[in-house]
């Protein structure tokens, strides 16, 4: 009997650790500007000391623009170029997306997904469009903490609403 409960034990917890989800479901708005030009986007994971973590999607059209997405490009984007080739996607057109993640991030050789530790991390969308302009959004969450979190924020021009719900 004290084997069945300290069994029960390990796989509920496994279960709970393992099941903790992210989803980010933002909208790129439509805007009455000539030229309109596809807005480059980047969604990524910072730790608790603003370190970055993981990119989760970059939307680009020519690495030479990268950079105008100054805030991910600092954190991530010149360092960890093999690592956010899985990611990447063209610029899209006015609608609602939805981006998810589960917790991992690439380690240190980039061969291989590994967990994230329990604890206190952001949630970070920039937004950069040419001849336009630009937002930057941060949230914090809590990772494995037991208890669903909602978060809803607002974009200035670039971003609609944004809501981010971790279960």
């Avoid at 989760?56 to 360092?79: A, I, N, P």
């Avoid at 001849?131 to 930057?136: H, I, K, L, N, V």
Wanted: hydrophobic share 40%.
């Amino acid at each position: 009997m004290k084997y069945f409960f300290c069994w029960s034990f390990l796989l509920l917890s496994a279960q709970v650790f393992s099941a903790q989800k992210m989803t980010i479901q933002f909208e790129i708005p439509v805007l009455d500007v000539n030229p309109y030009h596809r807005p480059y986007v980047a969604v990524w994971i910072e730790d608790a000391e603003r370190r970055g973590v993981e990119s989760l999607s970059v939307w680009y059209e020519g690495d030479k623009w990268l950079k105008d997405m100054r805030q991910w490009w600092r954190k991530l984007g010149r360092t960890q170029t093999g690592a956010y080739d899985g990611v990447t996607g063209a610029t899209q057109r006015p609608a609602r997306y939805q981006i998810s993640w589960n917790g991992t991030r690439w380690n240190k050789t980039q061969t291989e997904k590994i967990a994230v530790e329990p604890g206190e991390y952001f949630v970070n969308i920039e937004v950069a469009r040419e001849a336009g302009g630009r937002d930057f959004l941060r949230q914090k969450i809590s990772w494995r903490n037991g208890q669903p979190q909602e978060f809803v924020l607002n974009g200035k021009v670039e971003l609609g609403s944004i809501q981010i719900h971790v279960e």
